[in-house]
């Protein structure tokens, strides 16, 4: 019988360092895939960052009426936040808003030379994270009840 037991106590230590590896493997590969989902997460919250600074932009713009009017006072860029051009910590530029197209508003008709138009309006903002240099374009469309010749 003492035979029997000295034989098999290197079996029992094999499979224990085999075990070990194994756990030791699965750990390995949980920690590497955490860090992947961070990465993930964060390039995800980075980009929904930019996405509200040119939104808040965006805003700015809408909310000025002289913006929607031809001719437009300072073609180009427009300034926000008094100028500074950022906004949560991104550089944001607003292009000045383009007229794609226009229609008579509905319930007038052409032989009324002050019946209103619906005009399409489209904004675009440009934002540049200041930490990674990472960069977005976002358009935004709206529509516009104005005098008519607004939109040429």
């Known amino acids: 019988m003492p035979n029997i037991h000295n034989r098999q106590r290197g079996a029992a230590l094999l499979v ?5 590896v194994i756990l030791t493997l699965f750990a390995v590969t949980s920690i590497s895939n955490t860090n992947l989902n961070l990465k993930i997460i964060g390039n995800t919250q980075a980009e929904k960052v930019m996405e509200s600074a040119a939104q808040e932009a965006i805003e700015q713009v809408l909310s000025n009426a002289a913006n929607f009017t031809i001719p ?9 936040n008094g100028g500074s051009g950022y906004v949560n ?14 229609t008579l508003a509905p319930g007038y008709d052409l032989n009324n030379a002050l019946a209103p ?11 540049t994270n200041n930490t ?17 010749g607004n939109c040429p």
Do not use: F, Y
């Open 16 to 20: 224990v360092l085999v075990m070990l």
């Open 72 to 80: 437009i006072p300072n073609p180009g860029l427009i300034n926000i």
């Open 89 to 102: 910590g991104a550089t944001v530029s607003v292009a000045t808003p383009v007229c794609i197209m226009n």
């Open 117 to 127: 138009e619906d005009d399409i309006w489209e904004v675009q903002a440009s934002v």
């Open 132 to 148: 990674s240099g990472a960069n977005a374009v976002v358009h935004q469309g709206v529509k516009v009840r104005e005098l008519a």
